[in-house]
């Protein structure tokens, strides 16, 4: 009986093992290859992570005085703490993609070495660097934020408004 359960857990193991290595292997193959999977995954996990900070980030919010500060003067409802939350992980999003884009101006070609080193490679790092960008504008005072929240709006509502005025 000993046997047979010790070889049924090496089996398990082994199966677990060689799943997880050819996972490894065609994630890294893929990111070499596409970029563009990576980074879409990167930005579908920032609109989940801004969906769940939308309807949880109260209890996070309440703890950082810097942007409690800016809740002098009125009771912030839900709405608000999720909106600051909401802002702040998009410009951390907007902070990682356009220093990426920066980085890469003047790439023309995967092979070139920037393109391979910074588009296609050091995918931990990336993600590490990524975590970072968006963790920084919780550092970040609330006028920062307040701005980019304002620039990042003024598209939209010139846009409803020139609708209006075609209506």
């Known amino acids: 009986m000993f046997v047979a359960t010790y070889l049924g857990s090496c089996a398990a193991n082994m ?3 060689c799943a997880c290595w050819t996972c490894t292997n065609v994630s890294q193959a893929c990111m070499k290859r596409s970029a563009r999977v990576a980074y879409s995954f990167l930005f579908f996990l920032a609109i989940v992570i801004s969906w ?13 005085p ?12 839900d709405k608000w703490f999720g909106q600051q939350a909401v802002y702040r992980i998009s410009m951390g999003n907007f902070l990682f993609f356009g220093c990426m884009s920066l980085a890469l101006l003047g790439v023309k070609y995967k092979g ?3 393109g391979q080193l910074l588009q296609h490679g050091h995918w931990v790092i ?12 919780f550092l970040f005072p609330n006028g920062v934020v307040q701005a980019y929240g304002a620039c990042r709006r003024w598209p939209i509502l010139a846009r409803q408004q020139q609708q209006q005025q075609l209506s």
């Open 52 to 64: 769940i900070m939308r309807d949880f980030a109260r209890p996070l919010i309440e703890k950082i």
């Open 112 to 114: 070139e070495k920037r």
């Open 15 to 17: 199966a677990g093992y």
């Open 66 to 77: 810097w942007i409690m500060r800016a809740a002098t003067g009125f009771e912030p409802s």
């Open 126 to 137: 990336k993600l590490v660097v990524w975590v970072v960008f968006n963790a920084l504008p």
